[in-house]
């Protein structure tokens, strides 16, 4: 059997993939298996940070899998306290929890709002309120999260406690947390699966002060958006916002499963000795990897993601075809007239790899994507739009 047979055969069905085995890469170039080359602008969905195979990650990720691969958490490792040490320093955060993927994140985020609420408010105070169109995961409880219906259906029950408000709409919290049950608001700063659709400002900072004035805690998902993605190290940076808890994963380590909670001086020390836990959370070789990425992720660095995503924006923007941009830093969605799907089968036929989010196109390249090969991929991207 073929790769994609044996994949078809015997691995769950649970992605609709595209007939592509993709078998190598360089930076933002991959290879098929027959030996085409495409330029990548989804990053392994906001995953590569700095592409594939990138050598300075390659080296820090290799250097720690000779030392040591894995240790249980009865022990201490160097790259997970030294990580934990730079995403406080970076942040003004004051303890890290690890984990291995953004749902887990996204939990470990539920439980420290969950036990912080019922010691310092009242234990009927347990709901979490998070936006209409969001994303949270794909565990039973971040689906639960999740302000998209139709990934709820086939899964009920789903843990209950959650409440979903439409982006905008202050006055639905203050109605949810009339007798002072909402623990905690969970939100993306840039709705990512959902369209690639950033906040209003305006409404991002009325809810901060809301949920101040209210006693709930602000809980970032910031899983996509992170790690450079919007431009800022953390997007609620770029918002202005202060938030109590914020979750990361997808392009924290640059391409190993690492998921990270990083909690505030409030809320540091909500979760005590057995409360929460993960065999492989802090593994050496992926926080390895993680300080190779948060290293590169320098003020002048991120100053050159945005330039590169004003460059996406004067590209595409108003051309014929696209009805729309958005998003933030290398967070890209396009509306485009010709559906999603048939936009990004066609570029991928012209050797440009984009994904779509619900009826965009979504654009995540690797944040250090050469221009040459940027301009190149946006030109096939203009071309195919255009023609209708
Ligand atoms: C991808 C994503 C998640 C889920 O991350 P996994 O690593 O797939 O569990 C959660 N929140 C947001 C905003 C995401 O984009």
């Given at each position: 059997m073929t790769i994609m047979e044996l994949d078809q055969t015997y691995v769950a069905g649970t992605y609709r993939r595209f007939p592509v085995e993709i078998v190598s890469g360089r930076g933002s170039l991959v290879q098929d298996a027959n030996g085409k080359q495409y330029i990548d602008l989804g990053s392994g969905i906001a995953v590569t940070s700095f592409g594939v195979a990138d050598d300075a990650?390659?080296?820090?990720?290799?250097?720690?899998l000779h030392?040591?691969?894995h240790m249980s958490n009865l022990y201490y490792t160097a790259p997970c306290a030294r990580l934990a040490e730079a995403l406080c320093r970076r942040t003004g955060m004051?303890?890290?929890?690890?984990s291995n993927s953004g749902a887990e994140a996204n939990e470990c985020a539920i439980k420290v709002a969950r036990k912080w609420a019922a010691e310092n408010k009242s234990p009927a105070c347990s709901t979490i309120v998070t936006l209409r169109n969001?994303?949270?995961?794909?565990?039973?409880?971040?689906?639960?999260a999740t302000g998209q219906d139709h990934f709820h259906e086939l899964f009920q029950p789903l843990t209950p406690g959650f409440a979903h408000i439409q982006p905008g709409d202050l006055e639905a919290l203050r109605a949810l947390d009339a007798e002072h049950t909402v623990a905690a608001v969970l939100i993306e700063c840039v709705q990512g699966e959902g369209g690639v659709l950033p906040l209003s400002p305006a409404f991002a900072r009325d809810l901060e002060a809301l949920c101040r004035e209210r006693n709930i805690l602000l809980m970032i998902d910031e899983v996509q958006t992170g790690n450079g993605r919007s431009g800022a190290l953390y997007a609620y940076m770029k918002y202005g916002l202060s938030p109590d808890v914020v979750s990361t994963a997808k392009g924290l380590a640059g391409g190993l499963p690492l998921g990270a909670t990083l909690l505030s001086e409030k809320v540091a020390h909500v979760l005590s000795f057995g409360d929460h836990g993960s065999t492989f959370g802090g593994n050496p070789v992926a926080c390895a990897g993680a300080l190779s990425v948060l290293s590169r992720l320098t003020d002048s660095f991120l100053a050159e993601v945005d330039r590169k995503s004003a460059l996406i924006f004067e590209k595409l923007d108003g051309k014929p075809g696209i009805e729309s941009v958005t998003g933030l830093g290398l967070m890209i969605g396009l509306k485009t007239v010709r559906p999603a799907a048939d936009v990004v089968r066609a570029c991928m036929e012209q050797g440009v790899l984009c994904l779509t989010a619900k009826e965009k196109v979504r654009l995540l390249p690797a944040l250090n994507i050469p221009e040459d090969l940027l301009s190149q991929a946006l030109d096939v991207i203009?071309?195919?739009?255009?023609?209708?």
């Open positions: 990650w390659v080296q820090a990720v290799e250097a720690q030392q040591v691969q004051a303890k890290v929890f690890f969001s994303f949270h995961g794909r565990t039973l409880t971040t689906l639960a203009v071309r195919v739009c255009a023609d209708q």
